[in-house]
Each structure stands twice: as C-alpha cells, then as structure tokens.
C-alpha cells in the first residue's frame, strides 16, 4: 500500500521559516513528478512546487525565490524549504506523488493527507 506522509507544518509568524517533509513508503518513485500543492479555506487547491526524477524543479510565481522543493531518492523523502513565509502562504499543504503534469493536481496519482501551515501577521 502506498503512503505519502507529511510532516512539518505549523503556526510561525510572517518572516519565519519551516520545513514540510513527505515521507513516501510502498514503492519508490523514480519516475514522473512529485509535487507540492496548497490549498486555503474557500479556495480551490493549488500548485506549489514539483521536482522530477532527473532533479528539475518547478515553482508557482508566488513561491518563487522563497520556496525550494528538493528529494532524498535514498530516503524516498521529498521536502520543501519555507522561507520568508506570508500571512498568504497559509494553507493546508499536501504532498502528491506519480505526477505526469507537473502543475496539474489532477495528472497525480498518490496524495498525502495534508499538514496545516499558518503564518500570522
């Protein structure tokens, strides 16, 4: 059975950092994308970040240059490094796994359950 499992979330005020984990068992992933996706309360879901096998990453405008999304294949582990964090990025951050369209949420096959970040002003 295949599990992403996220960790590392939580409340931290604007300006501070956090690292969310996921944690992936069952099979590795070695091919297609792995990605982060966020979602807000009455909002739809969205693309965060995605790395491929080969090490290419992918970033949403509002990320960029604040966010890195990097993968242990040896540990299986995908991270993403939350720096300069804004009232904004809070969310409900999930992992995603198995990906084919490295932006859509849709084109991924496994999915963690999620882990709460919120930022306070």
């Known amino acids: 059975q295949v599990q992403l499992m996220e960790s590392g979330g939580g409340l931290v005020q604007a300006g501070g950092s956090l690292r969310l984990s996921c944690a992936a068992s069952g099979r590795t992933f070695s091919s297609g994308a792995m990605g982060w996706f966020r979602q807000a309360p009455g909002k739809v879901r969205e693309f965060v970040a995605a790395?491929?096998?080969?090490?290419?990453?992918y970033y949403a405008d509002s990320v960029k240059g604040r966010f890195t999304i990097s993968r242990d294949n040896a540990k299986n582990t995908m991270y993403l490094q939350m720096n300069s964090l804004k009232p904004e990025d809070t969310a409900v951050y999930y992992c995603?796994?198995?990906?084919?369209?490295?932006?859509?949420?849709?084109?991924?096959?496994?999915w963690g359950q999620g882990t709460q970040v919120t930022v306070s002003s």
């Open positions: 790395i491929l096998s080969g090490g290419s990453t």
């Open positions: 995603a796994a198995d990906g084919r369209l490295v932006q859509y949420a849709g084109s991924y096959n496994y």
